[in-house]
């Protein structure tokens, strides 16, 4: 099969490798489309994860696949489905790692239903809960999104805020405006800080106040408009805007970290707070815990992937190399790559 490698930093190649390994309780999938993280993927590519990557290594956690094959013990998954979040298995001895692995041909999800069912260690199967089938109305390249909707809206629902709150929300990629809709239908008022260029878009999906990062004087534009928050939302995560905004954050705040830039040199200058805060770190989220309600929300129009994907946008896995070009120059909120 054809899968994106970084063979090492700054090298992102097209390769040949074997299909994935399927078990008992997994299913192969045909991978159809797979979102690419702007944040993940790209300091993957660049050598810049917090995390120890280990190269040549095969990119992609928002892939949706098609149910080609099943393991002897899948009960839950049939032919023909189309799930969520697969990713890759190689053999041990392979000279590639997998950064989740779902930007290839073919790929892999597991029944972990049937595994729990089995009475199996949750231990064993917590983390495929992720692998969900999708209902036969949802557009499959569309649906890439729903991993963005289901981490951001678990993070959100860990930072237990309430409806009616006021929120600043640091950015302009796909997770900002993620956290924008689930913040708006809890009828939140939104202050977002970002990209000029986004500022119609994101004044379009419901912030009420849209704050450009070229505003010299950030904290004067919030104190003209009377601004106090309960949350603030930094989805870059690189300290910039934070020092204007944490003054306006009101006492109890909180303040939730999901963007990594600066992940071990963030720092929050407590000292210009109100009062205590509440400190959210971005990597603990119960992603599957917000499927159900994602899917709801997402067909009753409470969630607009329009906002996010374009025709234009979609690129064939041989011009994925292109696709991370026009996400780096920011030309869409989210690139897909198909197969």
């Not at 705040?253 to 707070?273: D, F, Q, S, T, W």
């Not at 070009?325 to 909120?333: C, F, G, W």
Request: negative net charge; contains cysteine; glycine residues 8%.
């Amino acid at each position: 099969m054809k899968a994106a490698v970084v063979v090492t930093p700054g090298n992102l190649e097209v390769r040949d490798l074997p299909e994935p390994i399927v078990g008992d309780y997994d299913v192969l999938c045909k991978t159809i489309a797979t979102g690419i993280c702007s944040g993940t993927d790209t300091h993957i590519i660049d050598g810049l994860h917090y995390k120890k990557i280990f190269y040549p290594t095969v990119l992609g956690h928002e892939g949706i696949g098609k149910v080609i094959g099943i393991g002897k013990k899948v009960r839950h998954i049939n032919l023909g489905d189309v799930v969520t979040r697969v990713f890759n298995v190689f053999p041990s001895d392979s000279p590639y790692s997998i950064a989740y692995g779902a930007f290839a041909e073919y790929s892999v999800a597991t029944d972990w239903q049937a595994m729990r069912d089995d009475a199996l260690p949750q231990s064993q199967w917590d983390c495929y809960r992720v692998h969900r089938v999708l209902p036969e109305w949802v557009d499959p390249v569309a649906s890439t999104m729903i991993i963005t909707w289901r981490e951001t809206l678990s993070f959100l629902t860990r930072m237990d805020v309430s409806s009616g709150q006021s929120v600043c929300i640091i950015g302009s990629g796909a997770n900002a405006m993620a956290f924008l809709e689930h913040t708006r239908n809890k009828s939140f008022r939104i202050t977002v800080i970002g990209s000029s260029l986004r500022e119609k878009l994101f004044l379009s999906a419901g912030a009420n106040l849209y704050i450009p990062y070229t505003n010299e004087n950030v904290a004067g534009t919030l104190y003209d408009n009377n601004t106090q928050f309960d949350l603030i939302i930094d989805t870059i995560g690189d300290c910039l805007n934070l020092d204007a905004v944490i003054p306006f954050l009101g006492d109890k705040g909180k303040i939730g970290l999901y963007g990594l830039n600066a992940y071990h040199e963030y720092r929050i200058p407590v000292i210009k707070a109100q009062g205590d805060i509440q400190f959210f770190n971005g990597e603990l989220y119960d992603e599957a815990s917000a499927h159900d309600v994602v899917i709801e929300q997402w067909h009753a129009g409470m969630l607009n992937h329009e906002y996010y994907i374009s025709k234009e946008y979609i690129y064939h896995l041989n011009n994925i190399s292109d696709a991370f070009v026009a996400t780096r120059e920011r030309k869409t909120l989210k690139c897909i790559v198909t197969y």
